[in-house]
């Protein structure tokens, strides 16, 4: 699946972008199929505004985003929910865990959400390898920021998708844990064929990126 | 999906308002009872009214004149409109015209150890509406013998009150059809003589009846007013209690045995009730199915967050929607079903009893009482439905 941006603008932030220059904000540019890419941008450039926009998370923008052919703001309910559930997997900033669930079900109910991806026992695997094992049947609410973010990272990767977006995934994570992460998301995209955009305040060198853009 | 499911159970409670549940649940399971019983009873009633094994053939047939009041003195015959609009009539089967004899007859016994005599006026009606077979049920010009029918209490009025007052033997129906007497007719030419005997007795019409062919012969050759107008008529009804036909009697002034159409009042007090029935059990059920709405719309709102991340995740509004019909709408068939059970057990019971009574109802409930309770589970679908996918496309 290709995403084209075509003048995209967030409304809000109209006056600023207008008038600089950027590698998004009302400019034409495509993510093909497989490609990542990474985004780079100071804080209050609009890294999350971008997520959300192409998530359907909001409708505040100018300009047109498309799936393929599809323009995003035409999605709607069930179609919507198929995009997230089998094309477009997403780490947002703020996690967004059921604070209720256990770090077990926040994955688990991702995973059952369509028909399974993966079978039950590779929540176990994966949890092994980001090192989280002990917390998976603690409520999510009372895990640390840190693994609740790889328990984060876990669930985007539970379910289908052709494209992975991040918004800062390891902003608490040590270096070790990073390159753990890294690792098994760059295994998971690659057995998809599926691309991925990682949002981020730095330049870095966690995913070998065929694109920098910034915002 | 079943994991789905409870994980989407743990995160959308419904605890929050049991109590409101309970009482939605109780207000929609009174409602239910009520309007199933509501047609159950009408149902029974219909049975009692028109099955066969319930039907008593005398009431089916009913004379009706004009009510003889000091305006009406003299005036009572019936104009073929009013014949023909009481043919008309949904509740009337049929139509029979009562003809009066307009010559004069007596009877006279042949015997002297009986001795009596009468004057005497018949009445002859069309062959339908006589509940009596006899095979000398008939006449020609040619014969000297006249079958009559007679009321049963005419009868009963001789055997007890005028025999014990006149020192007279008892008589019984054979002994009766057994007695030869003399019918005499009277005509400007003088009189001419039959025999005549009683061959059967019927409840049906209070007067002497006679062959229809023998009425025409007489009103013919010896009537004064040939083109009189008849002043009573048998008809044949269904339903002599239906309250239509005492309206429509009442409406136009025609008066028949009020014994046989009393039955009507009853009806119309069952009527009410069993209106009054429906009515409390649609208001119930619009209240119920309200709070059970609110039921819903409370839970909805109460895990409002919950929605809005599964939706933001990927739930698709058809899958929310699919689990809260899972929560919200078996209970509905529960109620439904416990209803019907409780109103098979009540229909059972009440047929036990009245088959002691010689009244008979059937052991079942009727079909329209579990069409009923189909149409109001697809309605409660509904309502369960549209709540539901408001609330959810609205999040």
Sequence with gaps: MTITFRHLVPIPLKERFLQRSSGIWNTDTSFLPGEYIKIKAPSGTGKTTLVHTIYQLRNDYEGTVLFDDTPVRKLKGDELAAVRQQKISVIFQDLRLF??????????????????????????????????????????????????????????LIQPFSWLIMDEPFSHLDNDNISKAASLIHRECAKRGAGLVITDLEHDSHFTYTKELNL | MNGLNQLLKKLIRNGTGRKRFVMALLGLS?????????????????????????????????????????????????????????KKQPFVESVGTLTPSRFKASIQSNSDRFPFFTDIAFESVPDDFIDVTSKDWKWTETDAFVPIIAPNMFLDFYNFQFSFSQNLPQLTHSVVKMIV???????????ISFNGRVVGFSDRVSSLLVPEEFMRWGNTHFGKNQDAKPSRVIIKTKDPGNPELAKYLQSKQLVTDTEKTRFSRYRQVVDIVVNISWLSGAVMLVFALLVFTLFIQLTIASSKEEIMLLITLGASPKQLRKFLMRQFFPVNLVIIIVALVIITILQFTIHNILKNQNIFIPALPSVYTFLTAFLVV???????RATIGNYISSN
């Design chain 2, 30 to 86: 009174v409602a239910m009872l009520l309007i199933l019983a509501a047609v159950q009873i009408q149902a029974d009633y219909n049975e009692l009214l028109l099955s066969k094994s319930n039907q008593d053939s005398i009431a089916n047939f009913l004379v009706l004149n004009r009510a003889l009041t000091d305006q009406t003195i003299g005036a009572t015959t019936l104009a073929d409109s009013d014949i023909n609009d009481l």
């Design chain 1, 99 to 156: 604070a209720n669930l256990t770090a077990r079900e926040n994955i688990e109910l991702k995973r059952v959400l369509q028909e399974p991806y993966y079978p039950k026992e590779m929540i176990d695997t994966m949890a092994a390898e980001l090192g989280i094992t002990h917390i998976l049947e603690q409520r999510a609410g009372v895990c640390s920021y840190g693994e609740q973010q790889r328990v984060a990272i876990i669930r985007a």
């Design chain 2, 378 to 384: 697809t309605v409660i679908w509904w309502v369960n």
């Design chain 2, 181 to 191: 007497f003399k019918v005499n007719v009277y005509g400007p030419g003088g009189i």
